[in-house]
C-alpha cells in the first residue's frame, strides 16, 4: 500500500528565495505532521493538522513559515525568504487520529546557499 | 528546554549481544512514550511504546522499560543484528496525559552493530 510520500526529495535553493514542499498522506488518515531536522538534532516539531480543525501552528519558528492542508488530504509547507537555518529534513507525519503511531515519510533535504 | 534527551549520541555493540538505549525526560506531564528507528534517507518508523501504567513493554526482540521516579526510559535489543544499525529517537506525545499528538524527540542515538 502507499505509504506517506513527499517532493521534492531534495531541494537547493538560494537565500531569499521561496520554497514549497507538498506532503501526501496515507490515505484516510485525519491528523498530518510537519517537522524538521537540522543536523545533528532531533526531530522538531512545525505544526499539525487535524480534520476540520485549526491547525496547531506552536512550533512554527517564524512567520516566514506557514502550512496549509486542502480537502483534509494533501499539505504543503512554505517557507518564504529562506534563510540558511532553515536547511534541514523535513519530514511529514500522517496517522489516525487517536493512534499513536505516525507513519513518516522520506523527508524534503532542504539547502539554503 | 530539552524536554526529552538522549545523551549517547552513539552506540557500538557487537552481533548477538545487547544493545540498551537510554533516555530522560524532565516534563513530568508525559505518560506515554514511543521509540523510532531511522535508516539513512527514510523517514523514522514507529519501533514501540510504553505507558505510563506499565514498567515494561516487550515485542520480540525489543523492550523498553520505565522508570518514571528517575523520568527515564530504556530500550533493550536482545540479540542485536547488523540490520538494526540505524538511528534511535525516544518520543513524547506533547499533548501530556495522551498517547497521541504531536511528538517531542530526543536528539537520537546511531546504533552500529558489527558483525
Known amino acids: 500500500g502507499a505509504g506517506v510520500s513527499q517532493s521534492p526529495s531534495n531541494k537547493v535553493t538560494e537565500k531569499g528565495k521561496d520554497v514549497e514542499l507538498r506532503c501526501d498522506p496515507i490515505?484516510?488518515?485525519?491528523?498530518l505532521y510537519w517537522y524538521r531536522q537540522s543536523l545533528g538534532q532531533g526531530l522538531e516539531f512545525l505544526i499539525y493538522?487535524?480534520?476540520?480543525?485549526?491547525?496547531?501552528k506552536s512550533g512554527l519558528p517564524s512567520d516566514r513559515f506557514s502550512a496549509e492542508r486542502t480537502g483534509g488530504s494533501v499539505s504543503t509547507l512554505t517557507i518564504q525568504r529562506t534563510q540558511q537555518e532553515d536547511s534541514a529534513v523535513y519530514l511529514c507525519?500522517?496517522?489516525?487520529?487517536?493512534?499513536?503511531?505516525?507513519?513518516f515519510g522520506p523527508g524534503t533535504r532542504l539547502t539554503v546557499l | 528546554d530539552q524536554q526529552v534527551k538522549q545523551n549517547s549520541p552513539s552506540l557500538s555493540v557487537q552481533e548477538g549481544r545487547i544493545s540498551i538505549l537510554n533516555c530522560d525526560y524532565t516534563?513530568?506531564?508525559?505518560?506515554?512514550f514511543l521509540w523510532y528507528k531511522k535508516y539513512p534517507a527514510e523517514g523514522p518508523t514507529f519501533l514501540i511504546s510504553?505507558?505510563?501504567?506499565?514498567d515494561k513493554n516487550e515485542d520480540g526482540r525489543f523492550t523498553v522499560f520505565l522508570n518514571k521516579s528517575a523520568k527515564h526510559l530504556s530500550l533493550h535489543i536482545v540479540p542485536s543484528q547488523p540490520g538494526d544499525s540505524a538511528v534511535y529517537f525516544c518520543?513524547?506525545?506533547?499533548?501530556?496525559?495522551?498517547?497521541?499528538?504531536?511528538?517531542?524527540f530526543g536528539q537520537g542515538t546511531i546504533l552500529t552493530v558489527h558483525p
Open positions: 507525519a500522517s496517522s489516525l487520529w487517536g493512534n499513536n503511531e505516525q507513519f
Open positions: 490515505s484516510g488518515h485525519t491528523a
Open positions: 493538522f487535524q480534520g476540520n480543525s485549526a491547525p496547531d
Open positions: 516534563n513530568s506531564m508525559f505518560d506515554y
Open positions: 510504553i505507558s505510563s501504567i506499565k
Open positions: 518520543a513524547a506525545p506533547d499533548a501530556g496525559g495522551t498517547s497521541y499528538g504531536k511528538l517531542t
